[in-house]
Structures are given as C-alpha cells and as structure tokens.
C-alpha cells in the first residue's frame, strides 16, 4: 500500500563505484522528482520528471542521471561517487498543476566511503 | 526566486505546552505554502498547505498554521503538544515552473520536555 516507494533504504559504497536508486509511485501522479537532503536537513531539488519528460534539472553534475520508464518510476543513477555524494536523497511525486504539494518517499540514506 | 527562512533551528518546550515554529518567505506572487514534518529515518509528511482562500489552515495532528501576507510569514501552531510531536519541521513556499517546485526552509528541529 506504499504510496511511494525507494529502494534500497541505505546504501553504502565506495568512491569511484556507480549506484543506482529506484522510485516508484501508486498515486497515479504523473510527476516526480529528486531532493537531496544534506547533513544539515537542507532540502534541495535535483530533477523532476512529467509524463517521461525532464522538466526541472537544477545545478547537478553530469555524474546525477534520472531516468523515467514512465510515469510512475524515477530513477537517479550516479557516477564516479564522491564523499560529497552522501547524503539522503528523496522521491517525491505530485500531479503536475496541482499546488497540493507532494507525496515523499522514505528516503535513502547514500554514504560514500 | 522564491525562498524560506525559518529562524528558529532548535526549539525546546514541554509536553502540554503551546508551540509556535516560524517561517518567513520571499515570492513575488501569491505563494502556496505548505509545512512538512520528518520523524527521524522517516520520510516528510504533510501537515498543512495554503494556497488562497481563509488565511488560518487547519492541518493533521491538531496543527494550524495562519497566512500573513503583510509579513510575509507562514508560522505553525499547535495548542497542546505530545512528546509523539518531537520531529523535525520544514516550511515550504511552491510555485508551477513547469511542475511545482517546492524550496524549503532548512528546518526547526522540536525537542519535548516531558
């Protein structure tokens, strides 16, 4: 019954690997998106998809990939994994004209050794 | 660009008191605003949004929240709190830019005496 689910929940790996973090989402919402949540609790916005489409890709390396099968699955691949890549990293998933806000996933927790 | 400041970082009061949490934004527009909580290992959940209409928002958990345009402030209340209200708070302003775009604030966190 899981309104929007990430997988895996923690991840630990080491600098210079690739990973990957699934979303998925029940809602019938047709856009997603990508926070990241640093050390400090600040919330911050990396992509967000529409129907398959990129609409919003803020200031992120190259190395930050999201991907869209469809509507209800975002996925955010990552390259070459820096220390500063740790951090909790958040789906979330909305109608697109909607201005009732989102529905978050859990989170995962991504620690870079 | 729109943004959120939320003054307070930490903020401590018993169980059974009145709170308060702070939230100032800045847009140029008619903002739609919205406060989240995060338990610890948890995701955020909605308490509340506004987007038009009577400025005072009731939300879940007995939380309300009340629009002041002229101070530009979205500031949360709850009459009574539990010690199960211990969280980490989080104010939000959205526009549509696309889709909506929500920029949040950096977050008080709610530690209850018992």
């Known amino acids: 019954d899981t309104a929007v689910s990430q997988t895996p929940k923690y991840l630990v790996t080491q600098m210079g690997n690739d990973k990957s973090i699934k979303c998925e989402q029940n809602l019938g919402h047709d856009t997603m998106y990508w926070y990241k949540q640093d050390s400090k609790k600040f919330l911050k916005i990396m992509f967000s998809y529409n129907n398959k489409e990129l609409i919003i890709n803020e200031t992120v390396p190259n190395r930050f990939s999201p991907k869209s099968p469809d509507k209800a699955h975002l996925n955010l691949h990552i390259n070459s994994l820096e220390l500063g890549d740790s951090a909790v990293y958040f789906c979330?998933?909305?109608?697109?004209?909607?201005?009732?806000?989102?529905?978050f996933g859990s989170g995962t927790r991504l620690t870079v050794v | 660009a729109q943004s959120v400041t939320q003054p307070d970082i930490h903020i401590t009061v018993s169980e059974g008191a009145s709170l308060e949490l702070r939230c100032n934004y800045s847009y140029g527009a008619t903002p739609y605003l919205f406060w989240y909580v995060q338990s610890p290992g948890q995701g955020l959940q909605l308490l509340l949004k506004y987007f038009s209409g009577d400025t005072l928002v009731q939300g879940i958990k007995g939380f309300e929240a009340e629009f002041k345009r002229s101070q530009s402030s979205f500031n949360l209340r709850k009459p009574s709190v539990h010690w199960s209200d211990a969280a980490e708070y989080f104010c939000?302003?959205?526009?549509?830019?696309?889709?909506?775009?929500?920029?949040f604030g950096q977050g008080t966190r709610l530690t209850i005496n018992p």
């Open positions: 939000a302003v959205g526009k549509i830019q696309g889709a909506q775009k929500l920029v």
């Open positions: 979330a998933s909305s109608l697109r004209d909607s201005v009732f806000g989102y529905t």
